[in-house]
């Protein structure tokens, strides 16, 4: 059966508002299994956490659904992958609901490449208590997200489906029924950049007529159209007024971050000639100007890569480390700074190096050059940068089969992810030595999904 790709509407939607639902083609009855089988989990041994698709393996029949595969490659790409952490989330009744909170919102880019998806096993009107989401506020690092539009319930019947941007603002609203609510949590990311649409694309163009969202961010939207049609961004007018330049560059440093987004993606209008005013705001104290930053220099595109790259070697710290997340965000469009950000991974900043690793994730998809240093970083003693290591080998994939070795190391790492995504990393190498590997570990490692202490055989 062919997979359901999300239509331009969807796309659209999602692009202005940051998520969008699907029914699965499941019937109703295998949503109330999956229900009472959650229940009993629940009331018996607790929430299962990352454990809760071996624990409830049924629930993979909802992942692997034609609409949910669909929407899954639409946004994030055919090669698409969910992360170890899944997380069954209880509302019980009478709740008071969660506050509003982002689970990312602390990277510098617009783009999407993390998705959170919620299933929810059971019809979930208003009053159970479902999730609540804050439209188009995962454009938004600071508060003013959440404020940014009225918050909207994720109501519908047993079987929907939610894709979230993951910085998008969202909790969990109160439970005013005398019924258990729950909601499946699962992550997944993008592996390799878009090159050309992958939903039921037919329309070049952002606007069919009819704008969606606010008019000031509609060069914000068309920038992210753009880049999931694996473009730069599309025929966008230039302009040259030198007084409106000097205006919007001001406007990054704005009190409002909508005001500051705003001037972001209006600078890459100037074309190629804004490069040299954006990078020196790189130099820039305030954290809210560099970020405002980044996004028009993501915007500009492959024009802003020399200027980038040559910032790798700022004296300053946090100059170096924004530019590696700059270029990371631009992706293959950076490939030529490939070189410069491996020399990057002998920066004497732990913070920049880091920086550095993430970036050659998406910049160096199709090459080996950053392999040698990447399987170095596996033997940092810090959770977070060998977690990083071993997802930018897993996204480099077919190109990093030197480092089946030292991904079979950590393989039993202390770090639960790092092991997770060392798995992952070695089913996309896919070499005869790596599925080896592969194999043997999952040989010690299966789980038995009906031993219980009722049953413990």
């Known amino acids: 059966m062919a997979e359901h790709f ?5 796309m659209r939607h999602f692009i202005v508002n940051g998520y969008v639902t699907v029914t699965t083609t499941l019937p109703a009855q ?15 041994e607790g929430n299962p956490g990352n454990n809760l698709v071996p624990r409830i393996p049924e629930i993979q029949k909802v992942l692997d659904d034609v609409n949910v595969k669909g929407a899954l490659t639409s946004l994030l790409g055919a090669d698409y992958y969910m992360q170890p952490h899944r997380h069954p989330h209880y509302n019980p009744p009478g709740s008071k609901g969660q506050h509003l909170h982002q689970d990312g919102g602390k990277r510098w880019s617009h783009h999407t490449r993390r998705l959170l998806v919620f299933y929810y096993p059971q019809d ?3 009053e159970l208590g479902p999730t609540g989401v804050v439209p188009m506020s995962h454009y938004y690092s600071t508060r003013e997200g959440s404020e940014v539009s009225p918050e909207q319930p994720i109501v519908g019947k047993a079987g929907t489906v939610a894709f979230a941007n993951y910085d998008l603002w969202h909790r969990a609203m109160p439970n005013q029924s005398d019924k258990k609510r729950y909601m499946m949590k699962f992550l997944y990311v993008r592996m390799s950049e878009p090159q050309e ?3 039921a694309n037919k329309e070049r163009e ?21 880049w999931h049609r694996g473009e730069e961004n599309g025929d966008m007018p230039v302009m040259s007024n030198g007084e409106s330049l000097s205006g919007l560059i001001s406007a990054l440093n704005s009190t409002s971050e909508s005001i500051g987004l705003q001037a972001a993606y209006e600078l890459p209008r100037f074309g190629e000639k804004v490069v040299p005013a954006l990078v020196q705001c790189l130099r820039d104290e305030s954290e809210m100007t560099r970020r405002n930053t980044c996004y028009a220099l993501n915007a500009v595109g492959t024009p802003a890569v020399d200027a980038l790259r040559d910032a790798l070697t700022d004296s300053r710290e946090y100059v170096r480390g924004n530019a590696a997340e700059a270029l990371g965000d631009l992706g293959d469009k ?23 690793i993430e970036a050659l994730g998406t910049t160096s998809q199709l090459s080996a050059l950053a392999v040698p240093g990447l399987i170095k970083a596996l033997e940092d003693a810090r959770d977070g940068v060998r977690r990083k290591a071993v997802f930018a080998l897993a996204q480099i994939g077919k190109h990093a089969a030197d480092a089946v070795d030292g991904l079979q190391n950590v393989l039993f790492d202390s770090n639960r992810y790092v092991r997770g995504d060392a798995v992952h990393a070695l089913y996309r190498i896919g070499t005869p030595a790596a599925k080896a590997v592969l194999l043997r570990y999952l040989e010690t490692t299966r789980w038995c999904p009906l031993t219980s202490k009722e049953s413990t055989f």
Request: glycine share 4%; proline share 6%; charged share 15%.
């Open 6 to 10: 999300l239509t331009d509407a969807q």
């Open 206 to 226: 952002w606007t069919n007529g009819t704008a969606l969202g606010p008019p000031e961010h509609q060069q914000m939207f068309r920038h992210l159209w753009h």
């Open 30 to 44: 295998f949503h109330d299994a999956i229900y009472e089988k959650t229940v009993a989990v629940f009331d018996k």
């Open 124 to 126: 979930t009107p208003i």
């Open 334 to 356: 950076a490939r030529l700074a490939v070189s410069a950000l491996v020399d990057t991974l002998q920066d004497t900043s732990g913070s920049v190096r880091s920086q550095a």
């Open 197 to 199: 649409p992958t939903w």
